[in-house]
């Protein structure tokens, strides 16, 4: 059986949008990797209260604690209230202060316009890259790993 050029192009078509379709799912919409400590804990933030865990996600230091800690709050939101959430949602961001440990490590106090409850996250250069240190929000420890 001969193939014809047409049917040629559209195999190597398919294969090219498999291949997009493959590469553009492994981040969510509107991720980009942040430029610095204060980009990575806005982002962050952002995207718990607007409930995009996926793109959160990201953000979170791979390590098992972290990333475990994150699965437990993720539950624990989803059961919140949908008022609650849509709340969250439309809230701002309002850094308190930015308290740079050193050239890798910074604390951000930071509270959101509906709660308007004061929380340290620990932001640290991992790898080249910018990433929230989870577990921090709840143990307050800060010793830099």
């Known amino acids: 059986m001969k193939t014809t050029p047409l049917a040629k192009m559209k195999s ?9 379709a493959l590469f553009s799912c492994s981040q969510p919409e509107g991720f980009k ?7 990575a804990g806005r982002e962050f ?5 607007d409930g995009d865990y996926e793109k959160a996600d ?16 993720k ?20 850094i308190n202060k930015v308290e740079k440990l050193n050239d ?14 004061p929380m340290d996250l620990k932001v640290m250069l991992n790898n ?11 143990s307050g420890n800060t010793s830099i790993k």
């Open 12 to 20: 190597k078509l398919s294969i090219l949008l498999f291949l997009t």
């Open 33 to 39: 990797e942040p430029e610095d400590s204060i980009d």
């Open 45 to 49: 933030v952002r995207a718990v209260l």
């Open 58 to 73: 990201l953000y979170i230091i791979e390590n098992e604690e972290d990333k475990a800690l994150f699965e437990r709050y």
């Open 75 to 94: 539950k624990y939101t989803k059961k919140q209230p949908r008022e609650e959430k849509l709340q969250l949602k439309s809230s701002s961001i309002i």
């Open 104 to 117: 890798s490590t910074s604390i951000i106090n930071f509270s959101n316009s509906y709660s308007m409850k």
């Open 128 to 138: 080249k890259k910018w990433r929230v240190d989870f577990s921090y929000t709840f």
